[in-house]
């Protein structure tokens, strides 16, 4: 009797249709890892039912990237170079997937902080906008907004004073 990982390397010995392809990756997306160059339908499908498996995926499109951000805004962090909009779909799904951006558009950095002031901490770059929707998050103390308004504070206090907290 073989096991399931053995019939699935049996079975893949030869190139699955694009309707067992199909049927693979909506039942486990992580099956995307044994199909040799899968079509844009395939990826997708894949996506849809584990966004995590685009690290599996070569050079996947915008398509398929938005799709997976919109599954999961962690699988941002196996795409390489995302435009502004699939970083901006991440941070919707998951605030905390700014984490794994490198240098975030101001945008990307204002969604995020509006759905979780604490990830400030993630972002490269305080500008005017961004302080205020940290001020009026839930995780804003007001300890720190009492500093805030002293006239000698300096903005990399946050910093200091969110890892305190």
């Known amino acids: 009797m073989l096991t399931p990982d053995e ?32 079509d844009k339908d395939v990826q997708i499908a894949a996506v849809r039912q584990n966004g995590l498996v685009i690290r599996f995926i070569y050079s996947p499109d915008k398509d398929v990237q938005l799709e997976a951000v919109r599954r999961n805004g962690d699988s ?8 502004k909009d699939v970083q901006l779909e991440a941070v919707k799904q998951d605030g905390l997937s700014i984490q794994y951006i490198h240098n ?7 969604e995020a902080v509006k759905r979780n002031g604490d990830n400030i ?7 005017p906008e961004l ?29 200091n004073m969110k890892r305190q907290t």
Not at 133 to 152: M, T
């Open 104 to 110: 975030p558009d101001k945008d990307v950095q204002l």
């Open 131 to 159: 302080l205020a929707a940290y001020l009026s998050s839930e995780e804003c103390s007001e300890k720190l907004k009492q500093e805030i308004c002293d006239p000698s504070w300096n903005p990399k206090k946050i910093f």
């Open 7 to 38: 019939s699935l390397k049996k079975f893949l010995k030869k190139q699955p249709s694009k309707a067992e392809q199909l049927a693979m990756v909506k039942h486990n997306g992580y099956d995307i890892q044994y199909i040799h160059n899968p």
């Open 76 to 83: 941002i962090r196996y795409i390489y170079s995302p435009d």
């Open 121 to 127: 901490i993630f972002c490269p770059e305080l500008f």
